[in-house]
C-alpha cells in the first residue's frame, strides 16, 4: 500500500530565500506525483503534477522533481514571498487516486 | 467555470443524526473524489467513481458511511446515524480519468462538519 511522507513538518524562512520541500513515497509504481497548497480554511489548490513518465515540471517560480527510483519528489520554491505561506502537501497516484502526506506547513517571514 | 461546488459549507449537528453533503463536480470531469481531513489522520480519500460507478471504497470507514452519485454532475456523502468522530472537513474532489491515468484533481472548499 502507498504511503507518502512529507519532511518537514513545518518551516519557517525569512522573505527572498529559496527552499526545497520534501516528499517520499514508498510504491515506485505510481502513475503521476501532484503538489497541492493548502490555506487556513480552505481546500487544496493543485500547484503541478507530473506523469511518471516525467522528470519535472515547472510553474513560475516552483519547480517539482520527480525520481521514482529513490521514491522522491521536491519541491522548490524561488525567492519565497509572504504569500507563499500554506501547507505543501504532496500526493501520489496510482490506480486512480492520490494518497496525501500530511503536509508541510511554510511560514515565510516578512 | 464555477469550480467544484459542495453544500453545505458548514454543518453542525447532534450525535446520532443523519448527515448528509453535497457535491457537483466540474463539468466534464468523469472522476469523483470524496475525502476526509483532520489534524491527526491529515487527508483521506473515502471513495471514488469513475463515470459514476463507484470505484474503490476501501476507505470509507463503516457502514454508517454511504456515497453514491447518481448522475454525472452530483454526488451525496451520507452519515447515518453520525457520531462526535466524524468531524472533520470533507472535500470533494474531481478529475478527467482518461482510461490510463488521473489528470489534476481539483478540490472543492470543504464541508466542515462537527458532531456534537
Known amino acids: 500500500k502507498q504511503e507518502v511522507t512529507q519532511i518537514p513538518a513545518a518551516l519557517s524562512v525569512p522573505e527572498g530565500e529559496n527552499l526545497v520541500l520534501n516528499c517520499s513515497f514508498t510504491?515506485?509504481?505510481?502513475?503521476?506525483l501532484q503538489w497541492f497548497r493548502q490555506d487556513p480554511g480552505k481546500g487544496l489548490t493543485s500547484l503541478l503534477l507530473?506523469?511518471?513518465?516525467?522528470r519535472e515540471q515547472t510553474s513560475g517560480r516552483l519547480n517539482a522533481s520527480l525520481d521514482k527510483s529513490s521514491g522522491r519528489s521536491t519541491l522548490y520554491i524561488a525567492a519565497s514571498q509572504p504569500g507563499d505561506s500554506a501547507t505543501y502537501l504532496c500526493?501520489?497516484?496510482?490506480?486512480?487516486?492520490?494518497?496525501f502526506g500530511k503536509g508541510t506547513k511554510l511560514s515565510v517571514k516578512p | 467555470d464555477a469550480g467544484v461546488i459542495q453544500s453545505p459549507r458548514h454543518e453542525v449537528t447532534e450525535m446520532g443524526q443523519e448527515v448528509t453533503l453535497r457535491c457537483k463536480p466540474i463539468?466534464?470531469?468523469?472522476?469523483l473524489f470524496w475525502y476526509r481531513q483532520t489534524m491527526m489522520r491529515g487527508l483521506e480519500l473515502l471513495i471514488y467513481f469513475n463515470n459514476n460507478v463507484p470505484i474503490d471504497d476501501s476507505g470509507m470507514p463503516e457502514d454508517r458511511f454511504s456515497a453514491k452519485m447518481p448522475n454525472a454532475s452530483f454526488s451525496t456523502l451520507k452519515i447515518q446515524p453520525s457520531e462526535p468522530r466524524d468531524s472533520a472537513v470533507y472535500f470533494c474532489?474531481?478529475?478527467?480519468?482518461?482510461?490510463?491515468?488521473?489528470?489534476?484533481?481539483?478540490f472543492g472548499p470543504g464541508t466542515r462538519l462537527l458532531v456534537l
Open positions: 463539468s466534464g470531469h468523469n472522476s
Open positions: 507530473i506523469q511518471s513518465s516525467q
Open positions: 500526493a501520489g497516484g496510482s490506480q486512480g487516486n492520490l494518497i
Open positions: 510504491d515506485s509504481a505510481i502513475y503521476n
Open positions: 474532489a474531481s478529475s478527467v480519468w482518461t482510461g490510463g491515468h488521473q489528470e489534476t484533481q481539483y
